[in-house]
């Protein structure tokens, strides 16, 4: 709390007067419509609006002081009772006399007290702890569909209080039935008692909607009684009769003279009366209300904290509010919060000090002190009409204002709600509400598509660079590679697509226009994955290995869905392969393919697996020799690869590396690759060997003879690095030699290699001495350095 200098305090004071007397204004209004209705209007409640009022104003005043004193960040915050939780307050008052008896009045009036008092501390605990735990930012993740579909009923709760208050029907609660509609609209008495201050709630929200001014509320309500009291002079009409026929409140009957007192209420404590049963019977309700209490100030702080352009910690906010409910539960009052409109309008008069907050609670303690006696001379009607001006807002708020911000489903879900909480009760309705949601939300994620993309894995190759005949044989052979990319939450709802897909893979129809040899199943844009979905894999793996189809996971970025996966084994199974990447995934089935040819012509392939992972030896067995997919290999290793190896016809290097990485360009003749060599020189590079660093100057273009090289691009500070492999009979750091500017990657000899280098010097011999064969070179590793980029670029557009 920050210190005020003496010499301050007298002209702060003075300045917060204005919004003292409006924030003193707005309680008074809250606290004799909300706190009259604290208790039932019928049963052993009735006539007990004067002690609720009471209670409003102990809750108000903790609060307050609470806030003031540091409770909050807020230095003009407004305490005052949660009013929205008055339909829970009825929940429980009714269910504590029907177990305890209406013959045993005192007792029930003391529980309920009790009761209502419990559900303080509930209150305050559960604050308390979400802002210690600082988990108040998990209140955000509630569905708000269900949130206005409470507020609605308690709209609509409202309006019938406002009808029963209006009319003083000894009733807390209406049928809907033809009797109820034949008082409310067929008795001359009722309609003219309920009529005015529905009119009056009405007139003002029409006023309020074309001019906008503070002080318009509370000058509307005070305006009322004075005009009812200029008639009632002018008619010369008795205030006794007034009473008697519901225009004016009848406190003094009601209440025997206790309830003026402010401390009338805790005349009904007698712990001795206090029935411990009921109370644990009311406990659902209980429970229900402080689900209904937590969601407010989570929402009202940080709405605040906009409005009025303050930095604002909710969890701090949330302990503020644990405290002051505490106390008013130890007090044996109602909970309470800050009141977002009150506090807007209170710092928008002046009010956004301490002491104006100060000051605000000691006009509380005033209108505390004052008693209850002062209602007795309230229009009813100006009650009335309060009550049904925010019964009025709330149905609007929850039906008008929602009715395109929300989709069809949590639009139904909100007015069944509202349906539910008239109907029967609010615990019923919010638990229908989250039920409702619940169902609604299976129902539309089902429909959500969680395949990202299909496609075959010639459309998004490995970033490895390889020899032109080798990638040329791979784009043919990856078409029978399957990739599946999954995103969202993967469960029994939306499962079942996924599986169907998978599974039609191996269908007849299919199966014999495309056979398939491996399915990647992409995971990195995956939530979770719940025990259905994890089971449904184990059912997929079995149909496709049952035709020799690998499943290779990847992307497990999440470590849930890894451990989802892996407690149901499927990781475990044989025709499984799980990788970190999409590209390592990607790269390891390419290696196989070249592999299975390799070995198919009794040659040894060139070792271009990743480090850390075993030569592929998977499933390309004699048992599969005739095979379509066999016979495909065969068919297309025989048009690329085999004609390279025809090339290779001389023992020297770089001659044969050279062909290796050129021969299958069109227009590429055998006596340009033989004028090349004299221009290259061998390097030799170890294992972990970074042969250059990114931006560094390049010393000329590579060519790998053999071993792996592993390059790792940077672009910007903040982006992922992406990375590529190059392996025998590629080019590597070309394009930056050719054009001579900085290197875009960093190199490392990831396998240990034999590279031969063509340095700037032997360049710039080569264009003096031999121009043509300079020029025809260039154009050959430009176009291997275009195909090189464009692989890259498919690759990495495909997996966004």
Known sequence: MRSVHARELPRQAVGAL???????????LDGVSYGMIIFPAAGVFAGLGGMGVSMFFVSAVIAQFVYTFGGSMFAGANG????????????????????????????????????????????????????????????????????????????????????????????????PSLETLR??????????????????AVLLRVITARVHHQLLFPAYFLVIPVIFYIVVAAAQLDLGALRR?????????????????WYGFYTFLDWRLIQFRPLWTTLPTQFALLFF?????????????????????????LVGHGYSNLLAGVLGTVPNYLVYVNTLLFYRVGGGTRVAGFLLGIANIVLLLIGTGPIAYIPVMVVGALIFVLGFDLVKEALWDTRHRVSRMEYITIISIMICMTVWDFVIGVLFGIVVSCFFFVVQNSQRRSIRACYTGDTAMSTVRRPAAHRAYLREVSKQTQVIRLQGFLFFGTISRVEETLCSIVDAAPWLRHPVRFVVVDLALVAGVDLSAAEAFVRIQRLLSAKGVILVFCGLRNESVGRALASVGVFAEDYV??????????????NAYLHAWFRVQRKEATPVAFPGRQAPQIHFDNSLSGSPRRLQLQDVGDRTIAQELTHLDMPSEPYNTLVKAFASFEGVDDALLRRLPPFFSRVAAPEGHVLWEQNQHPDGLYLIESGVLRASYRFGEHMAVIEESMVSGTLAGELSAL????????????????????????????????????RRFVRLVLKSAKIDTDVLLVSLAARQ
């Open 18 to 28: 204005p919004a003292v007397l409006l924030g003193a204004l707005l309680n008074v």
């Open 183 to 200: 008082f409310f609209f067929g008795n001359a008495h009722a309609l003219v008692l309920w009529v005015p201050p529905a009119a009056l």
């Open 577 to 590: 392969e799980v990788f970190g990447t999409y590209n390592d995934a990607m790269e390891w089935t390419e």
């Open 80 to 175: 005052s009772m949660m009013i929205e939780v008055v339909p829970f307050f009825h929940i429980l008052a009714k269910t504590i006399e029907a177990d305890i008896g209406a013959d045993r009045a005192r007792e029930v009036i003391a529980t309920t007290i009790v009761a209502y008092a419990l559900s303080s501390i509930l209150t305050g605990l559960t604050f308390f702890l979400l802002g210690a735990l600082r988990l108040g930012a998990l209140i955000g993740f509630f569905p708000r569909h269900i949130l206005v579909g409470c507020i609605g009923g308690v709209g609509v709760f409202l309006i019938i209080t406002g009808l029963t208050v209006s009319t003083r029907l000894e009733s807390d609660s209406l049928d």
């Open 245 to 261: 026929s519901g225009w004016l409140f009848d406190i003094a009957a009601s209440t025997g003279g206790a309830e003026d007192r």
């Open 739 to 774: 054009a001579g500017e900085p290197r875009n990657a960093r190199v490392v000899v990831e396998r240990q290699a034999v590279l031969w280098r063509m340095s700037e010097e032997n360049m710039g011999r080569m264009e003096r001495e031999q121009a043509e064969v300079a």
């Open 293 to 317: 209490n937590i969601l407010h100030p989570p929402l009202n702080v940080p709405a605040l904290s906009v409005s009025l352009d303050e930095d604002i910690d909710t969890n701090k906010e």
